[in-house]
């Protein structure tokens, strides 16, 4: 089992855990090690994606079409033989 040491934890924090384990019959260590289970158990929201983001604010009044731009030909690369 991997250890963890918290450093400068606010006292309140702390009485508040102790009081908390307390009222649980558990002991500090095993209140911090159930907190975290509850916390990290939780499944993560979605990665959110802004284009997808800008896509669904919008989709309400239809989409857009935007004209290519137009193209040039492209210049003369530079001659370096002189």
């Given at each position: 089992?991997?250890a963890i040491t918290i ?27 159930s907190i975290l289970r ?45």
């Amino acid at each position: 089992m991997a250890a963890i040491t918290i450093r400068n934890l606010d006292e309140r924090i702390k009485s508040r855990l102790r009081v908390r384990a307390a009222r649980h019959g558990r002991s500090m260590e095993e209140e911090a090690r159930s907190i975290l289970r509850h916390a990290l158990a939780e499944a993560e929201p979605p990665l959110r994606s802004l284009p997808k983001a800008i896509r669904r604010r919008f989709e309400d009044i239809g989409g857009v079409d935007i004209p290519p731009p137009l193209r040039e030909p492209t210049r003369e690369p530079p001659a370096f033989d002189e």
